[in-house]
């Protein structure tokens, strides 16, 4: 029946999980709208247990790329270039690593990586800690390699980064600068990649496409809501939801998702 009414190229996707597909990825909009931040690590665990990694990562990297286009060119005159683009030189390199994993691990024991990984990143955002050092160069190497090699294989590229910039002496629109024009640098390098590594099928993108929607619509109602809560409250609120997200996740538990 559901299948009859979408368009051929969602056809393979028409089946009952695609309402609860639909769900995540309205709240992982709403996590988006409301915190900034950790759209993946609600929608990469979840979705992978639906779909598995593959479709899951794909169609993030669509939906995040759609939706950053808007911010870049305000940001681009606040970035930090001499902070930026070597970090980002790094993780570009190392994109290509983790798509490897994505194409060539198998399934589950990377589910396990991706949500044991969401969960240790979630507890050291929550703690507050960040790094105070100075932004030497090997360091900010070293973060552009973790950042790029865990998001090619998960498209979650962003808590090493957070942690790394947000504990720095910049300005609040430097580091939000720095953090949009790399992660809009990062989404064309991971299309490219996944481009040339064929995971960009026409089934993939339809569904991206598809999931864009509900995302949208989350993302929306989560910046309503960030309207009326504190800062402590919605990002208690934001961790909250990718914890839970991310064990939900676990192939332990797919009898509740499948």
């Not at 089946?15 to 309205?26: E, P, Q, S, T, W």
């Not at 994505?102 to 589950?108: G, R």
């Not at 839970?244 to 332990?252: D, H, K, M, Y």
Request: proline share 7%.
């Amino acid at each position: 029946m559901l299948s009859s009414l979408l368009p051929a190229s969602f056809a393979p996707f028409a089946d009952d999980r695609l309402a609860i597909a639909a769900m995540i990825a309205f709240l992982s909009g709403v996590v988006r709208g409301f915190s900034g931040f950790g759209q993946g690590m609600v929608y990469v665990p979840l979705i992978g247990a639906l779909y598995g990694p593959r479709i899951a990562v794909t169609t993030i990297l669509l939906i995040d790329m759609i939706c950053s286009i808007p911010f870049l060119i305000p940001a681009l005159p606040h970035v930090r270039w001499r902070e930026t683009l070597p970090l980002a030189s790094a993780a570009a390199l190392f994109i290509p690593v983790g798509t490897l994993a994505l194409l060539y691990v198998d399934p589950d024991p990377l589910r396990w990586t991706i949500a044991i990984g969401v969960i240790v990143f979630v507890a050291l955002l929550a703690s507050g800690w960040r790094y105070h050092g100075a932004p030497k160069l090997s360091v900010t190497l070293g973060v552009g390699a973790v950042s790029g090699m865990f998001g090619g294989a998960t498209q979650i590229p962003g808590p090493p980064i957070i942690i790394y910039w947000l504990g720095g002496a910049h300005s609040a629109a430097a580091a939000r600068a720095n953090l949009i024009f790399y992660f809009a640098l990062f989404d064309i390098v991971s299309l490219g990649v996944y481009g040339w590594s064929g995971l960009l099928t026409e089934d993939v993108t339809s569904f991206g496409l598809l999931m864009l929607v509900p995302f949208l619509a989350g993302a929306a109602a989560g910046s309503m809501i960030f309207a009326f809560m504190s800062d402590a409250a919605y990002r208690s609120a934001a961790y909250v939801i990718i914890l839970f997200a991310a064990v939900t996740s676990l192939p332990l538990f797919d009898r509740l998702l499948r």
